[in-house]
């Protein structure tokens, strides 16, 4: 793979000295890009696996984090996000054709990663919708030791009553040609510019709230909005599609906060009941972004997935689909 440089943030992603970000062409011609940092002493490398409407210099800080603790990081902007190709003219609406696209970006990232010889063994941290693109790649055999799952998109939170509406309303928008509009109820400005701190549904810390929305004010052309009909379809095509399958033969942790507001705590649950090598731990008090949280919150969560992290280190094993 040639690797171009990227435009890159550093001042805003507050991450390692020596980040730098990269373009990537996917295999269907889709434009995307990565940030990676590296570590001192390094144990391996951690795919970072963003969250809808987020981009790699969210995750500047965590790559501190985990560089303290001996892990370089690779992160994402997903197509369609970040500053990877937007696949509508409406730039502020989240959009995707096929949730298993996303896949064709992971393919990417990996010959990037080898590219880049960054240092193996390879782990992933999956946050929200992350989490839903990571399980359908660890299903398939990403070659990973272990997986760290936060507050992942195994479901989206909806009353019993919106629930049918929503498929309903996001299935006939594709049927009239109105799939790329707003998902009604949305706004097309960023969410961390649209609503103050007070009331919000991602964290209780205002440093942490003010560092997202200081990113999306200097470099506004990161910036997303609210998920297009279409990608609520899909999203709920795909999340309804893994709930049927088997977890696969993976080490994993998933931290879910008590306050989650955004994804469905039951289909995590019932997913971690029934993961082999499965932990699910609660995180009292903690909203939607948990590594984002108040710093004791944070900070025990970056240490208790890095031990994680430590105890697989020389699993070298590939896990393939499961049935």
């Keep these: 793979m040639t690797l171009h440089p990227a435009p890159f943030f550093p001042e805003v992603a507050d991450g390692p000295e020596g980040g730098a970000a990269h373009w990537l ?21 951690i795919l970072m696996f963003p969250g809808r409407t987020e981009y790699a210099e ?10 303290k603790r001996g892990y370089a990081m690779v992160a994402i902007d997903w197509r369609g996000q970040g500053l990877a190709d937007r696949l509508i003219p409406d730039r502020d609406a989240g959009y995707v054709e096929k949730f298993s696209d996303y896949q064709v970006d992971i ?10 010889d960054l240092p193996k063994p390879y782990f992933m941290i999956a946050h929200s919708m992350g989490g839903c693109i990571g399980l359908r790649a660890a299903m398939s055999g990403l070659p990973i030791n272990a997986a760290m799952f936060s507050a992942p998109m195994w479901g989206i939170q909806l009353s019993a009553l919106m629930r049918p509406t929503a498929w309903a309303v ?28 007070e009331g919000n549904t991602l964290t209780h810390d205002p440093d942490m709230y003010r560092y997202m929305q200081v990113q999306m004010e200097q470099v506004p052309e990161m910036a997303l909005g609210g998920p297009s009909m279409h990608w609520l379809h899909e999203a709920l095509v795909e999340t309804r599609d893994l709930a049927a399958r088997a977890a696969p033969e993976l080490p994993a942790i998933t931290f879910l906060g008590t306050d989650e507001k ?49 105890q697989h280190l020389s699993n070298g094993t590939t896990h393939r689909e499961s049935a």
């Design 262 to 310: 955004i994804v469905d705590p039951a289909r995590i649950h019932q997913r971690m009941e029934t993961w082999p090598n499965g932990e699910l731990v609660m995180v009292e008090g903690a909203e939607h972004e948990v590594m984002m949280e108040l710093p004791e919150i944070r900070d025990a969560i970056y240490d208790q997935s890095a031990a994680f992290f430590d």
């Design 107 to 116: 393919a990417a990232v990996l010959e990037a990663a080898e590219a880049l």
């Design 58 to 67: 969210k995750y500047g800080r965590a790559a501190t984090a985990y560089g």
């Design 170 to 197: 996001s299935w006939a928008s594709k049927q009239v040609g109105s799939s790329a509009k707003l998902t009604p109820g949305t706004k097309a400005k960023t969410y961390v510019l649209a609503e103050p701190f």
């Design 25 to 45: 062409t996917c295999a269907d011609g889709v434009r995307i890009r990565i940030a990676h940092w590296r570590a001192e002493q390094e144990k391996g490398t």
